[in-house]
């Protein structure tokens, strides 16, 4: 499979980010989105028993593509550097898992998310767009999410990478993509 991983031009390490590093990665997602969209479609239509997949932006498209995804997540060992790094950020001493995702299914996590995100804005016009500089602590600090779910907003890309996690332990199946549109649905505000 000829699948184009996505290279961010940014550390992606948000609150370290520079407000204007942080608008100008907003831009850039915003930007690249489509492409992205575009990257994924030819993905999924790659392997055998996807190739009928239609992204056409509708909550139906999201189960194919959940099973798709959960073909596509993998695992590999953390280096010894990258658990010292973890547990030296860590408040409290908790046992680091000794596997990461890898880049791959890092970016189609982020692609998927993409992807979810439009599927929601097409069902629910009134969803916007937003990226939040209060404070550093908060879990989506400068990173792009959609509001309009009641009190909590939307990330996509958290949410898919978190999801991907889940597979990855076999705690989800790609059936869970279709189930995380219908339980946020529920949430937003018409």
């Known amino acids: 499979m000829d699948y184009k991983i996505l290279q961010p031009p940014f550390t992606l390490k948000f609150r370290e980010m520079s407000k204007k590093e942080l608008k100008d990665y907003f831009d850039w997602f915003q930007k690249v989105l489509p492409q992205r969209l575009d990257e994924l479609t030819k993905a999924v239509r790659e392997v055998p028993g996807f190739d009928s997949w239609q992204p056409d932006l509708t909550p139906a498209s999201l189960e194919l593509l959940g099973d798709w995804f959960a073909l596509q997540v993998e695992m590999r060992p953390r280096t010894q550097d990258e658990i010292e790094e973890i547990e030296s950020r860590s408040v409290n001493r908790i046992e680091i898992p ?9 970016s189609c996590a982020m692609d998927i998310g993409m992807y979810l995100s439009q599927v929601f804005l097409t069902s629910y016009p009134s969803l916007r767009w937003e990226q939040s500089f209060g404070n550093k602590k908060y879990i989506d600090y400068g990173q792009p999410v959609l509001t ?42 018409v």
């Open 148 to 189: 309009g779910f009641g009190a909590a907003p939307f990330n996509p890309v958290r949410m898919l990478v978190t999801f991907a996690y889940g597979v990855a332990s076999k705690k989800n199946s790609g059936k869970g993509l279709r189930e995380i549109y219908d339980i946020w649905s529920k949430l937003i505000r």
């Open 98 to 106: 000794s596997e990461e995702l890898t880049n791959r299914t890092f």
